[in-house]
């Protein structure tokens, strides 16, 4: 099984998608990072002296996610396997899309909204 694991880590070396896989890896990492720190829990803290209205904040963190599903998407078809690590920060990468589902969760529990 450690053989196989070998060969396999050895073909893809020798086909030369170390460096690509680095650099989705990285991208894909990169703007997830970014997306973190302009969430609406952490973006004060780092932007105090800039205010960024919600919209503007919520258009950014949109048009950064599909970004990010384009590098994935990318990463996914260059790399082949190795590059499901990228989906490792889908959390944040997918962010705008969390914070629908939960404000959407909130208002069916709690009812009342909008």
Known sequence: MASYARAAI???????LLRPLVFFLLASFGI?????SLSPEIAP???R???ISDSAAFTIL???SFLWLGVVTAGL?????PGLL????AKYGLLPF????SIYWACAVRGGCL
């Open 10 to 16: 050895r073909r893809f070396i020798e086909r030369r």
């Open 32 to 36: 997830a990072f970014v997306q973190w």
């Open 45 to 47: 803290h780092w932007l």
């Open 49 to 51: 002296p800039l205010r």
């Open 62 to 64: 949109f048009a950064l």
């Open 77 to 81: 078809i260059k790399c082949g396997w």
């Open 86 to 89: 990228m989906l490792i920060p």
């Open 98 to 101: 969390y914070l629908i589902g």
